[in-house]
């Protein structure tokens, strides 16, 4: 493809018609054996009219397991395949899972996601709209709320997803281009950024993305008080991001810029605070102490308090509050120096 400076890069679609004659598409679904990936079968299996030529199921879990159970297909169990990929991460599993597709459209779902009644009529409405240079039609994210109290931590974070941009939650893509593209790039370890730089190499080649009409459900999965802490390991991924798509990434994608910045600021003295402990200087320490406290007291406040302040919440937000910011900066220069030679490429890792 050529690339179409003056075209824009994102825009709606407006509804199309749907019958039962194609475009005819295919379902891929990345799943580490997460007992949410029945309810997404069995979801599919509900709403998926007309049906997807094949779901593909890409078991992901490392080593050998007892069989998928994919009861939840009903009546796409007979289009139903399962394959492996051997604990390599979601981007290699859709990888796996693209090779064996050979319709004109791919859709990725997460295993964690559950189709509205009405998406297959709406997603065959989107496919139909899409314009030739259109490459990707988003489904539309919804991330339920719990009733009577304000949202947790956790839970704001997971609404995020109804803002993100080309999240492979439901996303479908026009196959061959992909294919084209090198699929996914498996440098990408996580489900974290993925996405973003498949979008971003489309439409660097001069393709559009484009959000459709259906929507799809995404739950708040279940997880320890610990889960924000595990995922500052994703600020690798952004420093292999910015090494890829440069330092404007993050509006290329549409995604938050997030606090790395005041972190390593929090970090910074944190450190200077006992260092100069170390060599006897006091006054000196303290200061940095009291900016170390200020600004750790400043980030647990600002996740505090749109939340719903119990006792366990604001434990748990005080306690990552302190871990997440040297967590976070030392992610990100284990980051810079893993992928400082690395370079945008074509093909699959």
Do not use: K
């Amino acid at each position: 493809m050529t690339s179409h400076d003056d075209a824009p890069r994102r825009r709606s679609l407006a509804a199309a018609p749907a019958t039962s004659a194609g475009p005819h598409y295919t379902v891929v679904i990345p799943t580490i054996g997460r007992r949410c990936l029945e309810d997404c079968l069995r979801s599919l299996a509900a709403a998926a009219r007309p049906a997807p030529h094949q779901v593909i199921v890409v078991d992901d879990r490392p080593g050998r397991n007892a069989p998928l159970d994919t009861r939840g297909a009903g009546p796409l169990a007979g289009r139903l395949h399962v394959l492996t990929s051997g604990g390599r991460g979601p981007a290699a599993a859709r990888n796996e899972g693209l090779r064996h597709v050979t319709t004109e459209w791919v859709v990725f779902l997460d295993d964690d996601v559950r189709v509205l009644s009405d998406w297959g009529a709406r997603l065959l409405g989107d496919l139909r709209a899409a314009g030739p240079l259109t490459v990707g039609v988003q489904g539309r994210l919804r991330v339920p709320r719990a009733a009577g109290r304000r949202p947790t931590d956790w839970e704001r974070c997971t609404a995020g997803l109804e803002r993100a941009a080309w999240a492979t939650a439901d996303m479908a893509y026009r196959t061959r281009p992909v294919a084209g593209a090198g699929g996914f790039d498996e440098r990408f370890p996580r489900a974290f950024r993925e996405d973003a730089d498949l979008a971003l190499r489309l439409q660097d080649a001069g393709w559009l993305l484009a959000r459709g009409t259906r929507s799809t459900l995404h739950p708040v999965r279940r997880t320890d008080r610990w889960v924000s802490v595990r995922a500052q390991r994703g600020n690798a991924d952004d420093a292999l991001m910015r090494r890829l798509h440069g330092p404007d990434w993050w509006s290329r994608a549409e995604a938050p810029r997030g606090r790395l910045p005041r972190h390593l600021a929090v970090t910074t003295a944190g450190l200077a605070a006992a260092l100069l402990a170390l060599v006897g200087r006091r006054r000196a320490s303290a200061s940095a102490a009291g900016l170390w406290l200020l600004g750790t007291a400043e980030f647990a406040w600002a996740r505090i308090a749109p939340g719903p302040r119990t006792g366990p919440e604001i434990a748990t937000m005080v306690g990552t509050s302190i871990a997440i910011p040297p967590l976070a900066v030392s992610s990100w220069a284990v980051g810079l120096v893993r992928h400082r030679g690395a370079r945008p490429w074509g093909g699959t890792r």
